[in-house]
């Protein structure tokens, strides 16, 4: 256990629903990551944020995918009128203050989406 | 651009023997090199990093890498292999002073009893 916590592990929903995770970061660390990882594919980087500022998004973040990190704790990423594309991991990793320190990663939220 | 590659998507030891896991990078400047372990329905779990220094790190486990500059490559490597070890192996890559973490796509190791 990394200390890294997220919710829920699983969930299962109908193309079109919404969905929403939850990430509890390790409590010290200002940096948090969403990271999607589908099956034979390493990781794929979706957003960073220091804090509670959302600094860095990638391209494979459509307008359907919104993540926040209000007041720099907990993190939820949220993706509306999901698609089958959508089916994966997501992944969260906190990373404490410094230049050179390790991610810590959470167990993963697995999507479905039927 | 940033850039990692895993040239095998799996690798066949008998235990006892030892591995290597193959990883090169691209990257403008100095990097930051990860490995990184992943066992099914899990998270990633760290296993080493490079920052700077010695060309040889040692990580958990008995895993240990080299960096190696003028070949751009990291390769994961342990002395004597494990039946315990198998899983899936990321090599990743930060350039200094960003943050944007970029992984390979994977090495699954499988280790022959």
């Known amino acids: 256990d990394t200390g890294v916590s997220q919710n829920p592990r699983h969930k299962i929903t109908k193309r079109g629903q919404n969905v929403t995770f939850r990430c509890d970061p390790i409590?010290?660390?200002?940096?948090l990551y969403w990271y999607r990882q589908t099956l034979g594919q390493g990781p794929e980087f979706l957003t960073y944020?220091?804090?509670?500022?959302?600094?860095?998004k990638s391209r494979l973040l459509s307008d359907r995918f919104s993540a926040e990190r209000p007041k720099g704790s907990f993190s939820t990423l949220e993706i509306q009128r999901t698609e089958q594309g959508d089916s994966a991991m997501y992944l969260c990793?906190?990373?404490?203050?410094?230049?050179?320190?390790?991610?810590?990663f959470g167990q993963g939220t697995r999507l479905t989406v039927v | 651009a940033q850039s990692v590659a895993q040239p095998e998507d799996q690798v066949n030891v008998a235990e006892g023997n030892p591995l290597t896991v193959k990883c090169t990078y691209s990257v403008s400047g100095n990097p930051y090199l990860f490995w990184y372990v992943q066992y099914p329905n899990r998270g990633l779990q760290f296993l080493l990093k490079?920052?700077?220094?010695?060309?040889l790190v040692k990580g958990s486990y008995g895993f240990e890498a080299e960096f190696n500059k003028s070949q751009t490559s990291f390769h994961l490597k342990k002395p004597s292999a494990l039946v315990s070890d198998s899983a899936l192996y990321f090599c990743?890559?930060?350039?200094?002073?960003?943050?944007?973490?970029?992984f390979g796509t994977g090495t699954k190791l499988q280790v022959i009893p």
């Open positions: 944020f220091q804090n509670e500022a959302q600094l860095e």
């Open positions: 490079y920052i700077t220094g010695d060309n």
């Open positions: 990743a890559v930060r350039p200094g002073g960003y943050q944007k973490v970029t």
């Open positions: 409590s010290e660390h200002n940096r």
């Open positions: 990793a906190s990373i404490p203050t410094g230049e050179s320190t390790e991610a810590f």
